[in-house]
Nanobody, 122 residues
Framework: QVQLVESGGGLVQAGGSLTLSCTAS????????MGWFRQAPGKERESVAA????????RYTDSVKGRFTISRNNAKDTVYLQLNAMKPEDTAVYYC???????????????WGQGTQVTVSS
């Protein structure tokens, strides 16, 4: 079992930046691919970014390419999501998840954190 705790959410103005963190415990962090997902009010959860266990492979959903960056520090058991040039439509609860492959498919991540709220004002 992997336990995940997100942090770093908050309120930011459009065009601003934010860094989310997700710290893992319970199993060897470097064995897992990690993903970031988000869910806006009234909408389904969607993928944002994914990173392979060693960090060599990253994937992004089209709407965040060039604005968001996923990274990880296996020595700190932490994955990050840097959000730049933020837009009001980025407002959502952001979740990190652990799985076996760096995929953007939600169903392939069995372990999830509780989420952190990100709100972008216009």
């Amino acid at each position: 079992q992997v336990q995940l705790v997100e942090s770093g959410g908050g309120l930011v103005q459009a065009g601003g930046s934010l860094t989310l963190s997700c710290t893992a415990s319970g199993r060897t962090f470097s064995n897992y691919a990690m993903g970031w997902f988000r869910q806006a009010p009234g909408k389904e959860r969607e993928s944002v970014a994914a990173i392979s266990p060693r960090g060599f492979i990253t994937r992004y959903t089209d709407s965040v390419k060039g604005r968001f960056t996923i990274s990880r520090n296996n020595a700190k058991d932490t994955v990050y999501l840097q959000l730049n040039a933020m837009k009001p439509e980025d407002t959502a609860v952001y979740y990190c998840a652990a799985g076996s492959g760096a995929t953007l498919k939600i169903d392939e991540y069995p372990y999830w954190g509780q989420g952190t709220q990100v709100t972008v004002s216009s």
